[in-house]
């Protein structure tokens, strides 16, 4: 178990620092305006109709950093201080998210994979650590419920990994768009790029340390099973 808490541990710190520095570029960039003036929502509007998607809404949602596509209802979901800034932290986060709304009307099939997987993974999500315990405590006499565990952890962890592609798309769809578009300059360009790299760490420090962690567990299962 030692070396599974190590493994926590380290994830946990890279997974913190990539916040911390996001959050810090968030803010610094959030008090820099674009230079034509507008805000989120006129970028995710302008953007949808650019690509010839008229049948999304953009609509504003609570929370911080809480901004987000939801393929079932068709909106792209803008926090507050997304929804009405005219900041190139703005600009970027509006982008990426109707880069997503673009995957979904191309059928970009990680985009519907990851999609298809969501409610498997709600499940697994909700049981797996219960399951591992339990198969921890009795992998002597009962090792098929370890192996369950380990087996609703991969799911997880398939779904981390199959995510790093749809949102490294997105982000790349954002990016053109903006410069084509002329939202972004030869100055902000590079912001709205360093900013959404930024955010992109945080999905590959999961997924990698989701990885770490199903390798943990097979090697105690299969260490304890021999036993």
Avoid at 49 to 73: E, K, M
Avoid at 143 to 171: C, D, K, R, W, Y
Avoid at 217 to 224: C, H, N, P, S, T
Wanted: charged share 15%.
């Amino acid at each position: 178990m030692f070396i599974g808490y190590i493994i926590f541990g380290v994830v946990a710190l890279v997974s913190w620092l990539i916040q911390s520095s996001l959050k810090s570029k968030f803010e610094r960039y959030s008090k820099i305006p674009i230079t034509r003036g507008m805000t989120g929502k006129d970028v995710a509007e302008k953007m949808l109709r650019d690509n010839g998607i008229y049948d999304v809404q953009v609509i504003s949602t609570n929370g911080h950093l809480t901004d987000h596509y939801n393929p079932a209802d068709k909106t792209v979901n803008l926090s507050e201080n997304v929804y009405a800034s005219s900041s190139v932290a703005a600009a970027a986060v509006a982008a990426h998210e109707c880069g997503h709304a673009v995957q979904h009307a191309m059928a970009y099939a990680p985009l519907t994979l990851r999609t298809k997987l969501v409610p498997i993974v709600s499940f697994a999500s909700n049981w797996m650590q219960w399951v591992l315990l339990a198969g921890i405590i009795f992998i002597r006499s009962f090792p098929q419920l370890m192996l369950a565990g380990i087996i609703l952890f991969a799911v997880t962890t398939l779904f981390s990994f199959i995510t790093l592609p749809v949102e490294i798309n997105a982000s790349a769809r954002a990016l053109v768009w903006l410069n084509t578009a002329g939202i972004t300059n030869y100055e902000t360009h590079d912001q709205a790029k360093d900013a959404l790299k930024t955010a992109a760490y945080s999905y590959v420090i999961a997924a990698l340390g989701s990885l770490a962690m199903l390798v943990y567990y097979i090697l105690l299962f299969m260490g304890g099973s021999r036993r």
